[in-house]
């Protein structure tokens, strides 16, 4: 519940609703209790007196009655009506709701029926049948405005339980011998009341001015009896000459609106789930950045894209999840980089944390550098970092059914992806298109370029977003396991032709994958990544046939080979450990067969020379007996 107003209370323009609402309820109930005229004392002697008059702050209406005391009675009298009437559509709304979604069939169909034929009307004009078939009066106009929103709730509750009914959850109640009445209130019930408070927090505004519509109309409150409607219906005839009478309920009528569907719009974003871990996040364009120290300006690097002693967390409530913890690593043009590791190892984080994509919130980048060129990209300002995004380094995802706009064509997914960064006619562009679709292997690309994403196998999808990677022409491709959701030999295909294309056009490619065997076809060198640290890196082959750190070598254990006979797969035990509570010392020890007591102890370096380092105390290897 707290942590439901802190959310609340991040949003700026919720808290105002909730303070101004706050205030206009807390007025209202107080109303009784203040020194006021009575509202429905009429004295024709002082009609009409304008606001700030002696006796009446806010002037007096046709009949000499005080204002400020109409206002505030009418106030409470409209806004009980308004909750009132939300909360008995809210109530028989969700309960015509869930009764049909929960037993479907015949039951679903008449009820929802029904439902349908009440919407088929007009709201207002249905609102005033009601009122005219059972008289003028506030409580035949509550009755009215509930009747009317019942569809509304009853659909969207509907809506979640039918979806809720067929839930393992609820399977097992029933496999439990629970009755139909209980399953609705313990299991269906709790799920959908955030819906339900949603849905209400966004129409009791509209239920106010529903109210008010009809006091306005004369079928809501009856004279003398004042609510919001009512004293603006009652005013309009003096309009012209004594607006004040007019905007005075106007104002407030406003007022209430408003703050309500401010307030609401924020209950909806705490309350939704997805939200929660997130924050009341819109993410930032681009991920936060919070270094204590900045980098040195513009040191000599060696590689085209380097990345220097990268931080990147996650700060969800007071928990900071050590995503990527001090990487470093760098690819010159026309070189393959892999980065391996188990799932959940930081692989995604880093590659995202280049170009500013880790979503914030959670995401803080709180060190480092990555250097395109030399020149530091993180907490680069906005529209550097776009221009720079796709045109000179792009990436390849894992899922391309995902990524791919389900709704529009993949030729004019890549057309857009070039006119991003260069003003092109739209008969080139779709050359280009085509260009691009032949130059990934896509055959008959003439065709196949006014296909849907559907229409395509994986394989054709994952060629088509390595062609939306190259559209531009970048300098850098990072291939977020790219060929993870394919079968093997979709693989090797997507392989060689990544391989083809970095030796024609000079790509620096980092390639994620948590596969030795990908690593072995494509790349020159490799960085094993383990709980956001970087715990072995060399070249490839140097690597595979001498790992050093135990992590490596069980990695690499884990791969079966073809022809090389029967061996026992070796899994590893235990699992990773989880970043927000990393062990001191070696986060691999707990898991690993040479760990010692030192292991344990405090910070171990990444050790070595050049090119091939390990960060263990106790190697398989020692690093300078493999390069003698
Ligand atoms: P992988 O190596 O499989 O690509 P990721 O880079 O996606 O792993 O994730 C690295 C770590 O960051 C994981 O342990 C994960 O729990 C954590 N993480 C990722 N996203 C979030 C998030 N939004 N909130 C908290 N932790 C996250
Ligand atoms: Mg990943």
């Known amino acids: 519940m707290s942590a439901f107003f802190k959310l609340l209370a991040r949003n700026r323009m919720a808290l105002g609703g909730l303070v101004v609402m706050g205030l206009v309820v807390v007025l209202a109930l107080i109303t009784p209790l203040l020194p006021l005229i009575d509202p429905d004392v009429t004295n024709t002697a002082d009609r009409f007196q304008p606001p700030f008059s002696p006796g009446h702050l806010l002037g007096t209406d046709q009949l000499g009655r005080d204002l400020l005391s109409r206002l505030l009675w009418g106030t409470r009298l409209s806004l009980a009506v308004g909750f009132a009437a939300a909360l008995f559509a809210a109530v028989a709304g969700a309960a015509v709701g869930i009764i049909a979604g929960f037993y479907g069939g015949r039951t679903d169909n008449v009820i929802m ?16 049948a009601i009122v005219a078939a059972l008289g003028p009066g506030l409580v035949n106009a509550l009755i009215a405005v509930s009747v009317v929103n019942i569809p509304f709730f009853a659909r969207n509750i509907r809506g979640i339980t039918v979806g809720l009914a067929h839930k393992e959850f609820v399977d097992a109640a029933k496999l439990a011998g629970m009755s139909n009445a209980r399953i609705i209130l313990s299991e269906i019930l709790p799920n959908v009341i955030p819906v339900i408070v949603i849905a209400m927090s966004t129409t009791i505004g509209w239920m106010i001015l529903e109210t008010a519509g ?8 009856q004279p003398p009896q004042a609510d919001l409607g009512s004293m603006l219906g009652e005013a309009r005839s003096a309009l012209i000459t004594n607006p ?11 007022i209430i609106v408003m703050s309500i569907n401010l307030l609401g719009d924020g209950v ?3 309350l939704d789930p997805r939200l929660k871990s997130g924050a009341l996040s819109r993410p930032m364009a681009a991920t936060r950045v919070d270094r204590k120290d900045k980098p040195a300006a513009r040191t000599q ?14 700060h969800v409530k007071n928990r900071v999840y050590k995503a990527v913890s001090g990487v470093s690593l760098s690819v010159k043009p026309g070189e393959c980089l892999g980065v391996i590791g188990e799932s959940g190892s930081g692989k995604s984080v880093t590659a995202l944390s280049i170009m500013g994509l880790v979503a914030s919130p959670p995401g803080v980048i709180t060190g480092g550098a990555a250097r395109l060129e030399g020149r530091d990209m993180i907490g ?25 706009h389900p709704l529009y064509k993949v030729g004019d997914q890549l057309i857009e992806a070039i006119s991003c960064h260069c003003a092109i006619s739209k008969s080139d562009g779709r050359a280009k298109a085509i260009d691009l679709l032949r130059s990934v292997r896509i055959p008959n690309a003439e065709e196949r370029i006014d296909s849907y994403p559907h229409e395509m196998s994986g394989g054709m999808r994952q060629r088509v977003g390595i062609a939306m990677a190259l559209a531009n022409d970048p300098d850098v491709i990072i291939a977020d396991e790219p060929t993870t959701a394919l079968d093997v030999t979709v693989q090797a295909q997507i392989l060689s032709l990544l391989n083809d294309l970095r030796r024609e056009r000079g790509l620096a490619i980092i390639f994620i994958t948590h596969d030795f065997g ?29 790992p050093a750190h135990p992590y490596t070598a069980r990695l690499i254990a884990c791969v079966p080979e073809l022809g090389a006979g029967k061996r026992k797969l070796e899994a590893i035990p235990g699992l990773p450990p989880s970043v927000d509570d990393l062990p001191m010392g070696c986060a691999f020890a707990p898991r690993c067969l040479r760990a010692q007591e030192a292991c344990r102890q405090g910070e171990i370096a990444l050790a070595g020379e050049d090119a091939r380092a390990v960060r263990c105390l106790f190697p398989e290897t020692t690093l300078a007996e493999e390069t003698a």
């Open 380 to 404: 680069a300002p906005y529209p550097e970092l776009r221009s720079l995004r796709g045109r000179r380094v792009a990436y390849i995802f894992q899922d391309p059914l995902a990524t791919l």
């Open 518 to 546: 990908v690593v072995a076809q494509l790349c020159d060198r490799v960085a094993v990544m383990y709980a956001g640290r970087i715990v072995e890196t060399g070249p490839t082959m140097a690597v595979l046939d001498a």
């Open 113 to 128: 029926r029904g439902v349908d034929m009440l919407m088929a009307f007009p709201y207002i004009l249905l609102a005033l």
């Open 244 to 254: 004040y009478t007019s905007v005075i309920p106007g104002i407030m009528i406003l």
């Open 268 to 270: 909806r974003d705490a």
């Open 214 to 221: 009809l006091s306005f109309l004369g079928l809501g409150s």
């Open 301 to 314: 690097t060696d590689g085209l894209l380097s990345l220097e002693n990268l931080h990147t967390q996650f």
